[in-house]
């Protein structure tokens, strides 16, 4: 479904990724892991064309996509984002948050996105909350709704970054439980977290990332057991 290749950017003189291969296919689950600094976030933004690439390329169903040519407007309506400091509009109750891009920019009749942001809601254990503002929210409510709202537009892939880091301990399950279901039904999805638990059990495939290139990967039982590089080795030792 997605296919990178030897994509490469910079922020000056610092060259962040430099060439990073990467596939994921439909339904595919995979974990992407790393030492902080090492190009996790850009990568994403990348994959998402929040950021422009110095070289390289980016396939979707086989597609080059050309920024100067693509709507990317559309493109980014089908990847999802979720990011780890949740932001929601405060300004907005849990609903208008779910429904707001959906009516805004997909112009769906608001009774319509009203009823599928409920559902929504429901799917991750807040339609009680609807009517509620952000700051009244925990970290883990405020998070199954930035989840909710990036369902809200129907993507076919969801991006996470880091989405428990920002989380007390004792919260950080029930956004993994939601996660965990979303895979569950199929969805693809490219996480960046350090939840070993959350990547043995339900990533398809753990990548890591080490000095702007993707230094190993493989399925999660062989990964976390077995890596074949010290590099890796350290890394899971460090974050145990
Ligand atoms: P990670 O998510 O793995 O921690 P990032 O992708 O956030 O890593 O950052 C990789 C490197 O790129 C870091 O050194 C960071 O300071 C730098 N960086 C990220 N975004 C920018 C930016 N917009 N401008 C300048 N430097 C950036
Ligand atoms: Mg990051």
């Known amino acids: 479904m997605i296919e990178v290749k030897k994509l490469v950017k910079s922020f000056g003189s610092l060259t962040v990724l430099k060439g990073v291969d990467l596939t994921v296919a439909e339904k595919e689950v995979v974990v ?6 090492s190009g996790k976030s850009t990568l994403l933004r990348c994959l998402n064309f929040l950021e422009t690439l110095d070289s390289g390329e980016i396939r979707i169903d086989g597609q080059v996509i050309d920024p100067k040519k693509t709507d990317l407007n559309k493109f980014r309506a089908e990847v999802g984002m979720v990011f780890q400091h949740f932001n929601l509009f405060p300004h907005k109750t849990a609903l208008e948050n779910v429904i707001e891009a959906p009516i805004f920019v997909k112009k769906v009749p608001p009774s319509q996105a009203r009823e599928e942001g409920y559902a929504l809601l429901e799917k991750v254990g807040m339609k009680d909350k609807a009517d509620v503002y952000p700051d ?3 970290g883990g409510q405020k998070q199954r709704v930035a989840i909710a709202r990036a369902l809200a537009m129907k993507p076919r892939i969801m991006l996470f970054d880091e989405p428990t880091s920002a989380l007390d301990p004792e919260l950080v399950g029930e956004v993994l439980q939601v996660m965990k279901q979303l895979a569950k ?5 490219v996480v960046v977290t350090h939840e070993m638990g959350f990547a ?12 702007g290139v993707i230094l190993e990967q493989g399925q999660p039982s062989e990964f976390f057991t077995n890596p074949r590089h010290e590099r890796t080795r350290q890394f899971l030792q460090s974050i145990l």
Do not use: Y
Not at 32 to 37: E, F, M, N, T, V
Not at 185 to 189: A, D, F, K, S, V
């Open 32 to 37: 992407l892991l790393g030492a902080s600094g």
């Open 136 to 138: 009244m929210l925990s």
């Open 185 to 189: 039904e199929g969805m693809t999805m």
């Open 200 to 211: 043995r059990e339900v990533a398809d495939r753990a990548v890591f990332m080490d000095g």
